[in-house]
């Protein structure tokens, strides 16, 4: 590659059911001459998130589809090297937007400038970044967790749902249950992450194993994972329970027509029910002092994290194919720097 040339991946057509890594491909392009008020920033690491795959058919989402041929936008960790922006400076380093070795920002958008909190980059794109503030936010602010009420996580081992079951039990919970796919995922969550109760959905006896874990009722569901979850929580829910609709990685791949739909909506009457969805951004204002406490958490190992980091961008497409199937556990990270 050369000195002003940059990789990025785009979008080689509408996905239809669960993506396939040919469905993206590598592009080489030339890096623009800055503009005034532009910055260029080399990335070290770009993440993969399940909710990118909402952006990649045609179809409502909290953001417009992306059409074939567009670059895809991921999460992305590096370093300002060339700048005509007054607030960012050559060696800033910055949380920015693009699947690509480079990325030229106006600053605008999910653009930050990062502090130096003594931790490893990548966790700016994980623990520290959009998954980890999700948890943050959908507990305090959406949830509004009280102390000693019991908490239910779907897709548990996953960076959200990890961090905010830790999160929960921090601030209080007097038991968080986790739901996983997997002995080796459960057996992380009950041994390293502290969760009370781990619940592997894919084990034959999962019904029974989820009825006895919701002996007592859940006061806060906080779901990852999509419908079939929320309704098979809808009757264990406690009065005036709370669920936050994190995500919903089990539908993203579903046409909306064949997405599980939910009958048990009488609860939500039954039991004073709430349910309300999120999107992080939302959020942004208090992201860095959320940040700067979630960091001393880490550093005096009260939450635990795990990353699986790829090398190089062409390992991107398959990594992100392999958050639909169970593959991954934990943060993935490709390190294109
Ligand atoms: N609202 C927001 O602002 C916001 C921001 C960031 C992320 N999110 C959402 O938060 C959720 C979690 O994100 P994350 O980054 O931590 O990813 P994640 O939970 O690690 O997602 C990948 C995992 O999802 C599970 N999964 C995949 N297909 C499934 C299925 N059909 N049924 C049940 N589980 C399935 C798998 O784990 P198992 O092996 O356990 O099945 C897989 O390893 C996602 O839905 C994401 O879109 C929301």
């Not at 920015?96 to 400038?113: D, E, F, I, M, P």
């Not at 990548?122 to 623990?127: E, K, P, Q, R, T």
């Not at 046409?255 to 004073?272: E, N, S, Y």
Request: hydrophobic share 45%; aromatic share 8%.
């Amino acid at each position: 590659m050369s000195p002003r040339e940059m990789e990025r991946i785009v979008l080689v057509r509408h996905i239809d059911g669960a993506p396939s890594p040919d469905d993206f491909r590598i592009e080489r392009v030339a890096i623009p001459e800055l503009a005034d008020g532009q910055f260029l920033a080399r990335n070290q690491f770009v993440s993969c998130d399940p909710g990118t795959r909402s952006r990649l058919s045609p179809g409502a989402s909290y953001a417009p589809p992306l059409q074939p041929g567009a670059p895809v936008d991921g999460f992305s960790v590096g370093e300002v090297i060339e700048s005509r922006n007054e607030h960012f400076a050559v060696g800033d380093k910055v949380a920015l937007t693009g699947w690509a070795t480079h990325v030229v920002s106006n600053g605008r958008g999910y653009a930050v400038k990062l502090p130096d909190l003594g931790v490893p980059e990548s966790l700016w794109i994980g623990i520290l970044g959009v998954p980890g503030m999700t948890a943050w936010f959908g507990l305090k602010r959406v949830a509004q967790l009280q102390a000693g009420e019991r908490v239910l996580v779907t897709s548990a081992a996953g960076p959200v749902g990890a961090t905010a079951g830790q999160l929960a039990k921090l601030w209080g919970a007097s038991e968080v249950v986790g739901i996983a796919g997997g002995p080796e995922k459960c057996q992380w969550l009950t041994q390293v992450a502290g969760f009370d109760r781990a619940i592997d959905y894919k084990a034959p006896d999962f019904e029974g194993q989820f009825a006895a874990a919701a002996e007592g009722g859940y006061d806060v569901m906080f779901d990852n994972v999509g419908n079939a979850m929320i309704d098979r929580a809808l009757p264990v829910m406690k009065m005036r329970g709370r669920i936050v609709v994190s995500g919903q990685v089990a539908d993203y791949n579903t046409p909306v027509d064949k997405v599980p739909g939910l009958k048990h909506t009488a609860q939500f009457i039954a039991r004073r029910l709430r349910m309300e969805g999120l999107v992080v951004f939302d959020d942004l204002p208090g992201f860095s002092a959320a940040q700067a406490e979630l960091a001393t958490m880490i550093g005096d190992g009260r939450v635990r994290y795990r990353e699986e980091i790829f090398e190089g961008l062409a390992s991107l497409p398959a990594a992100f194919c392999g958050l639909f199937t169970g593959a991954s556990f934990g943060r993935r990270v490709i390190r294109v720097g």
